[in-house]
């Protein structure tokens, strides 16, 4: 299975600052990766597909890119509905297989 | 409006047996692939497994290999999923989504899937 591999694990940023999360695979997935934000007891959300493709309604400061082993999930200027949980998840091969996640708090 | 709406989950003894349900509508189910996915209290999440449209084939992930059996019924709109000789550690909130296209690899005659669209959850709890 290919291990996904997010850092950090956790941190705290201020509103209005821009954040980066990186994702590791632990071999190739070209750029067949995703991005979900779930907050506490809600269903995870899809932003972003394709290492960097916004999906539809998402707003435009979350940004990704990334291809092969190496990608980050970037927020440009947080917002308050912002602090939340975010994965990666590779779709490149079964089993399909998410990061740890990266839990977003408010400093 | 899309949506997936789970239900079936509920307590179970170490070994017992239980059957989720999806119930799809705003889409037509039977021309997507379909997931499962997991989450353990406190803990990330895990995908469990994946029909295709007409149920031909399936994937899981190994912890559920042999236990579980996903399913579906397309005149229903509705994707289910048996879960068999339950443990502990399936102890957890139970997702339905829709998977969405992402890419096809010609040479292996293979299509990419993100999932898309999510249910709320069915929680599964498995103690004595």
């Known amino acids: 299975a290919i291990r996904m591999t997010q850092s950090p694990s956790s941190f705290s940023a201020s509103t209005g600052d821009r954040v980066t999360i990186t994702c590791r695979a632990s071999?190739?997935?070209?750029?067949?990766l995703a991005w979900y934000q779930q907050k506490p007891g809600k269903a995870p959300k899809l932003l972003i597909y394709a290492a960097s493709t916004l999906q539809s309604g998402v707003p435009s400061r979350f940004s990704g890119s990334g291809s092969g082993t190496d990608f980050t999930l970037t927020i440009s200027c947080l917002q308050s509905e912002d602090f939340a949980t975010y994965y990666c998840?590779?779709?490149?091969?079964?089993?399909?297989?998410f990061g740890q996640g990266t839990r977003l708090e408010i400093k | 409006e899309v949506q997936l709406v789970e239900s079936g989950g509920g307590l179970v003894q170490p070994g017992g047996s239980l059957r989720l349900s999806c119930a799809a509508s705003?889409?037509?189910?039977?021309?997507?692939?379909m997931s499962w996915v997991r989450q353990a209290p406190g803990k990330g999440l895990e995908w469990v497994a994946n029909i295709k449209q007409d149920g031909s084939e399936k994937y899981y992930v190994d912890s559920v290999k042999g236990r579980f059996t996903i399913s579906r019924d397309n005149a229903k709109n509705s994707l289910y999923l048996q879960m068999n000789s339950l443990r502990a550690e399936d102890t957890a909130v139970y997702y339905c989504?829709?998977?969405?296209?992402?890419?096809?690899?010609?040479?292996?005659?293979?299509?990419?899937?993100?999932?898309?669209?999510w249910g709320k959850g069915t929680t599964v709890t498995v103690s004595s």
């Open positions: 705003g889409f037509t189910f039977s021309s997507y692939w």
């Open positions: 998840q590779q779709y490149y091969s079964y089993p399909l297989t």
């Open positions: 989504a829709r998977d969405e296209a992402g890419g096809y690899d010609r040479l292996r005659n293979y299509y990419y899937y993100y999932m898309d669209v």
């Open positions: 071999q190739g997935i070209s750029s067949y």
